[in-house]
């Protein structure tokens, strides 16, 4: 890491690789598609469920998937809403006594069980793209509309119905999609990491404090996503406050091809998003800015430990989709 008088020497430097670096990205033509999940990103005791019923039908896949079931109860089975929706997937009462299945074959359907839930939500999913196949227009988009509006409403509009509500579900869960699905190409550069690198190397030096989010009260001070998450503001972009839902901000860059911007993260258990325990800013490199532990200042530090677990290049659509409350377990 950067210390002392290397602070400065550090900006300068950082500064030069934004550049340089925003400079080789423009020739770089971002194309990103659900050919599978991205590493980790599913919790690893789902990621087979999911694989398998994701891909029950055309109008759906596991991305889509995993989007949906992330949306509904942020992966706990045992999540419960106001509106009695129950489980891993969120079904209430009547629906899951017409479309719940047994999807494990042990003789229940069991809607507290993931491996039931998930094969339901699936099927679920491709009864209804069935009902509006003939519907103009994207079929997956028409399934999540029939999802949230109904099959009729989608087939009488011809397309996705001109419903508020149903046209910002459809577009939630497409972006969602996103941050689910292993990248078949490189990821665009984001248009708004200059901004958050700018923001975070002005509170360089700056005491950690757990929980902080950098208001007067506090003295300014952050812990690791409540800086990513100022960092983001400042562009008008609104991230989560914990790091492991910062990372369903956008899609997931390899190592290899990561940007100054990024957020990248880690965790004792590679395998599982939801135990992501640290993030910060990369900055280019193999370098980060970070709030890092009590006692720390937010500083620069290497990305390249046992527990880097990934990163994500994090869009406003992204961001925008992700629940800002999940049921309570």
Request: aromatic share 10%.
């Amino acid at each position: 890491m950067f210390v002392g008088g290397g602070i400065g020497l550090g900006l300068c430097f950082i500064a030069l690789l934004v550049v340089g670096t925003y400079s080789a990205a423009a020739g770089i033509a971002g194309a990103s598609g659900a050919v599978g999940l991205a590493k980790g990103a599913v919790p690893a005791r789902y990621q087979p469920l999911v694989e398998k019923w994701g891909n029950l039908c055309p109008a759906i896949n596991p991305a889509l998937l995993a989007a949906q079931l992330y949306q509904e109860s942020g992966w706990n089975p045992r999540a419960q809403s106001h509106a009695a929706a129950q489980g891993i997937a969120q079904f209430i009462p009547g629906t899951w006594a017409s479309h719940g299945i047994d999807g494990d074959n042990d003789g229940d359907r069991d809607v507290w069980d993931p491996a039931d839930a998930i094969p339901s939500a699936a099927s679920y999913d491709c009864e209804l793209a069935g009902y509006v196949k003939k519907v103009p227009g994207d079929p997956t988009d028409n399934m999540l509309a029939a999802y949230n509006a109904g099959a009729y409403r989608v087939i009488q509009s011809g397309g996705v119905p001109s419903i508020s509500e149903t046209q910002n579900y459809v577009k939630i869960i497409r972006s969602l999609e996103k941050s689910f699905a292993k990248p078949v190409g490189r990821v665009q550069p984001s248009q708004q990491a200059a901004g958050a690198i700018y923001f975070a190397q002005k509170k360089l030096g700056t005491p950690y404090l757990w929980g902080g989010n950098g208001t007067a009260d506090q003295g300014g001070r952050f812990d690791c996503s409540g800086l990513t998450q100022a960092a983001y503001r400042t562009v008008d972009i609104e991230l989560p406050r914990v790091a492991n839902d910062q990372y369903n901000a956008g899609a997931h860059p390899a190592r290899d091809e990561l940007l100054p911007g990024d957020l990248v993260f880690f965790s004792d258990d590679l395998e599982n998003s939801r135990a992501i325990r640290h993030v910060g800013l990369y900055v280019g490199g193999g370098y980060m800015i970070n709030a890092p532990y009590t006692g720390a200042v937010i500083r620069f530090d290497k990305i390249d430990t046992p527990d880097y677990f990934g990163a994500t290049r994090v869009t406003k659509d992204g961001a925008a989709a992700l629940p800002t409350a999940l049921p309570e377990s």
